[in-house]
């Protein structure tokens, strides 16, 4: 299984808005309602931030959001803050049981 | 307040074994499905196992399959990940995740443990 394709590297200034894409394919991305997108701070687990394409956990902000169209999923911050700069992952259910991530995307806040 | 930590970590030889632990608190731990999720230094995540909550489904990454087995010991709050005939390609930070019920996030993930795999 391909990990899906994210760009490497993201950024904005404070206030902005920003959008991290996350493609895959017919059979992972396109085929289900199950992406879910990860923050990573440098040293630090994994916080999850989106699940189920648009779904927010409690206690994430509603400056983050996600969307699917086709293969392709997003995950838009607006109003950035210095804090949201970390690595974001996407992850995507890819049938027979399986889980793929997508290589990640660092986003700097400038 | 939930709480899962990773320990058995370390240093171990191509072709060696480890035994990774989660310990689980603050939650019901039977009531829900566990993963592992590795991360290679300087690399993406990459989901390894699942486990449901009774441990009725199992399931592996093709990177993974018949050299590691996941398990679990509700009585104990436990999550283990048994990994064998390791290869360079096995070294990363293993963390464990719970999964968010009906859904498709891992809503808590441990700190992580770190293996090693060199000669």
């Known amino acids: 299984q391909s990990a899906l394709t994210q760009p490497r590297s993201v950024s904005g200034s404070p206030g902005q808005s920003v959008t991290i894409s996350c493609t895959g394919t017919?059979?992972?991305?396109?085929?289900?309602?199950?992406v879910s997108w990860y923050q990573q701070h440098p040293g630090k687990a994994p916080k999850l931030m989106i699940y189920d394409v648009s779904k927010r956990p409690s206690g994430v902000p509603d400056r983050f959001s996600g969307s699917k169209s086709g293969n392709t999923a997003s995950l838009t911050i607006s109003g950035l803050q210095a804090e949201d700069e970390a690595d974001y992952y996407c992850c995507s259910y890819a049938g027979s049981y399986s889980w793929v991530f997508g290589g990640g995307t660092k986003l700097t806040v400038l | 307040e939930v709480q899962l930590v990773e320990s058995g970590g370390g240093l171990v030889k191509p072709g060696g074994s480890l035994r990774l632990s989660c310990a689980a608190s603050g939650f019901t731990f039977s009531s829900y499905s566990m993963n592992w999720v590795r991360q290679a230094p300087g690399k993406g995540l990459e989901w390894v196992s699942s486990?449901?909550?009774?441990?009725?489904?199992?399931y592996y990454a093709d990177s993974v399959k018949g050299r590691f087995t996941i398990s679990r010991d509700n009585a104990k709050n436990s999550l283990y990940l048994q990994m064998n005939s390791l290869r360079a390609e096995d070294t990363a930070v293993y963390y464990c995740?719970?999964?968010?019920?009906?859904?498709?996030?891992?809503?808590?993930w441990g700190q992580g443990t770190l293996v090693t795999v060199s000669s």
């Open positions: 017919s059979s992972d991305v396109g085929g289900y309602n199950y």
């Open positions: 995740a719970r999964t968010l019920p009906y859904s498709s996030g891992l809503d808590y």
């Open positions: 486990i449901s909550s009774s441990s009725s489904y199992i």
